[in-house]
């Protein structure tokens, strides 16, 4: 991909990240992925970025029994222990894989389920990447919300999670989740790729 040729091709950068905790002032980044899907489009691409960063073992140590369980039996923590890549060489290494396929600055934002919480981390640990990112959310979860109280019989079809607590995983789901959306509460009769219509309502 060598970049947007209009307004309606414009990136989404999907990032997932997995951490020893919620609170940026003391948790730390464990992993990130990443994938860009392209304007209409929500295809999976199959080179998606994933890195597992090192961090030392008091700072593991510190996290609470349920976040240390679900990283112990995803396998992450051993993934942890074992890389050689540090914070600052997953963030090199994803602004050099989103530049590689034509993202430009500040064009693309950053999608992905209740990823306001990805985002505070990236902004403390990342924050060359959070300013290369456009500073609106596509954030499923909302999507999911307002789905959940204007539309039950659709969100209760919805692609269900299965908690695997990856990344990479994690990201796949979301994008399903959009698409599924999409093809539900935001179908449109006379709707193309131009955004041409009106809205089809939902009985």
């Not at 597992?52 to 609470?64: A, C, D, I």
């Not at 074992?82 to 430009?104: F, I, P, W």
């Amino acid at each position: 991909m060598d970049g947007p040729e209009s307004e309606s091709d414009l990136p989404i950068v999907w990032i997932d990240c997995e951490m020893t905790g919620l609170n940026p002032q003391r948790d730390v980044l464990l992993e990130i992925a990443v994938l860009v899907t392209w304007g209409h489009s929500l295809d999976v691409a199959h080179d998606a970025l994933d890195l597992v960063m090192h961090q030392p073992n008091h700072l593991l140590e510190q996290m609470k029994p349920v976040c240390r369980d679900m990283h112990t039996r995803s396998g992450l923590i051993d993934r942890v222990r074992q890389s050689n890549c540090t914070v600052a060489d997953a963030e090199r290494e994803v602004l050099t894989y989103l530049t590689q396929r034509g993202v430009s600055s500040g064009t693309a934002p950053m999608g992905g389920n209740s990823v306001h919480v990805d985002r505070v981390f990236l902004a403390r640990y990342m924050p060359a990447l959070s300013a290369f990112l456009h500073y609106r959310l596509v954030d499923v979860s909302t999507v999911k919300e307002l789905c959940r109280r204007w539309y039950p019989q659709v969100y209760a079809a919805a692609p269900r999670k299965r908690g695997r607590h990856r990344a990479l995983d994690d990201i796949a789901e979301s994008i399903a989740e959009l698409a599924y959306y999409r093809n539900t509460i935001f179908r449109n009769a006379d709707i193309g790729h131009a955004g041409v219509g009106s809205p089809q309502p939902l009985q």
